[in-house]
């Protein structure tokens, strides 16, 4: 009987000093799908934008939205692009104006800067498009504490397939990521971040 309650103590400890490790790691806590404990480092890189370069944070806007993904993705990319599109046309236009839609492909062999910029603009007229080599998307998507994985699939019609990070990150004008929303599937749960963040 007297090890239960020891055990219990030992469980309660192990878990505070696995968090305590994970903040101090950098890592982050989500509650709801939203970041709550922002540690990351402000967010800069630069991007061949066509035929001219983009360059963040200098390009940015007073709210920025990134999501990482690639232009043959079947399902949460568009879904979530149609989210965003939807949700930037529900607001007026002054709004809009305030908000920059980012998106990156993490696809460096097969998405070409011109690819990923015309996806991206599929959804909305102002969205961003960039892709870059594997160097560049590999450092920005650290800065995010993102991830992917290109895997073989003969399955796919195209002959492989892309695990990567289901997440909208919202970013501030000087580069700080502020929260970020999971799994999107709502406009209403986009409006909601906006309205509290810009």
Do not use: W
């Not at 490790?21 to 989500?30: P, Q, S």
């Not at 990156?104 to 870059?132: C, L, M, Q, Y």
């Not at 080599?133 to 450092?139: A, F, P």
């Not at 019609?157 to 709502?186: A, P, W």
């Amino acid at each position: 009987m007297p090890r239960k309650p020891l055990q219990t103590v030992a469980l309660v400890l192990a878990f505070f000093v696995i968090i305590s490790g994970l903040i101090g790691a950098g890592a982050y806590l989500f509650s709801e799908g939203q970041l709550m404990a922002p540690q990351m480092p402000p967010v800069t890189f630069e991007f061949q934008d066509q035929d001219k370069t983009f360059q963040f944070p200098a390009q940015a806007a007073k709210l920025n939205l990134f999501y990482f993904g690639y232009t043959n993705c079947p399902d949460v990319c568009p879904l979530t692009l149609t989210y965003l599109g939807q949700t930037l046309r529900s607001l007026p236009e002054s709004t809009q104006q305030k908000i920059q839609v980012i998106f990156v492909s993490v696809d460096h062999e097969h998405d070409t800067p011109e690819i990923a910029a015309r996806f991206a603009s599929s959804f909305f007229p102002n969205f961003k498009g960039f892709t870059g080599s594997k160097e560049q998307i590999d450092s920005l998507i650290r800065k995010f504490h993102g991830s992917y994985v290109i895997e073989k699939n003969e399955k796919s019609y195209l002959g492989y397939s892309i695990v990567h990070s289901d997440r909208v990150f919202f970013v501030n004008k000087s580069g700080e990521v502020i929260t970020s929303l999971s799994h999107v599937q709502s406009v209403q749960t986009i409006q909601q971040a906006i309205e509290e963040h810009l």
